[in-house]
């Protein structure tokens, strides 16, 4: 496998901040190689919990590519953040420890722009919760940010998952209720926009922190993940050339 190595640095460090509930407040980065093997182009999209902040810098994405590489998927993680450890053997994505949907939403063109993803993952939502930004708008925030994912790449295949549980109580009834709004949001956003159940795969046991999983929970998102890739074959597999062209 052909693999053309950039070097990044990433940062060290981190505590939760607000008391524990915002969610990976400062990145817990290691210094790492971001690569790219020519493979499908996928983004991890997201908060700390695609960063892989506490207690397991990479998070979901080790197990994730482990599995793509043992089911013969050439796969290519972009981002404009690189982390993880050396069994990771992408380190880029773009999950921003700390982050809401609209933070997000703001560097989308520049982000698209620079790693072009055939797919994305997308996990976001948290922060507003915990941070108690305009919670009964979070929905919509999120229908906003999924259209702007769509408008800048029309033929991406989109994974949209409903983010995990919670240990507080008053955060926990916050992520019921944005949960039961994602199915229909993406619902209405046609054939290549797809529901990935997260939040039915962990309970607060899987929890390091109350927030962020465990290792063994982040094992668990990277086996729904696989799955939902897995069920739609077009997002592991690369766009022809004359429509990869068309659709930048």
Do not use: C
């Not at 055939?118 to 009964?136: C, K, M, S, Y």
């Amino acid at each position: 496998m052909n693999r053309v190595v950039s070097r990044r640095t990433a940062l060290l460090g981190g505590a939760l901040a607000t008391a524990g509930f915002v969610l990976g407040g400062t990145p817990a980065h290691a210094a790492v190689p971001g690569e790219s093997n020519g493979g499908v182009r996928v983004m991890p999209l997201g908060d700390s919990i695609t960063d892989g902040y506490t207690p397991y810098p990479g998070g979901y994405r080790v197990e994730l590519w482990q599995r793509l590489a043992a089911g013969g998927y050439t796969v290519d993680f972009v981002g404009s953040q690189t982390n993880g450890p050396a069994e990771l053997g992408d380190h880029d994505h773009e999950g921003h420890p700390g982050w809401r949907i609209d933070q997000l939403d703001a560097n989308l063109d520049t982000w698209l722009g620079q790693s072009d993803p055939r797919t994305v993952l997308l996990l976001i939502g948290t922060n507003d919760l915990n941070q108690n930004h305009d919670v009964a708008n979070a929905p919509a925030r999120l229908s906003a940010l999924i259209d702007h994912i769509r408008a800048d790449k029309p033929r991406a295949e989109l994974f949209v998952a409903t983010v995990p549980p919670q240990a507080n109580g008053t955060q926990q009834a916050r992520v019921v209720t944005y949960n039961a709004a994602i199915p229909q949001v993406v619902a209405a956003k046609g054939p290549d926009v797809h529901l990935v159940r997260m939040y039915d795969a962990l309970t607060t046991a899987d929890l390091a922190d109350g927030i962020h999983p465990t290792r063994a929970g982040y094992g668990k998102m990277a086996a729904v993940w696989y799955a939902a890739l897995r069920a739609v074959p077009d997002s592991l597999t690369p766009l022809p050339a004359a429509a990869a062209a068309a659709a930048r």
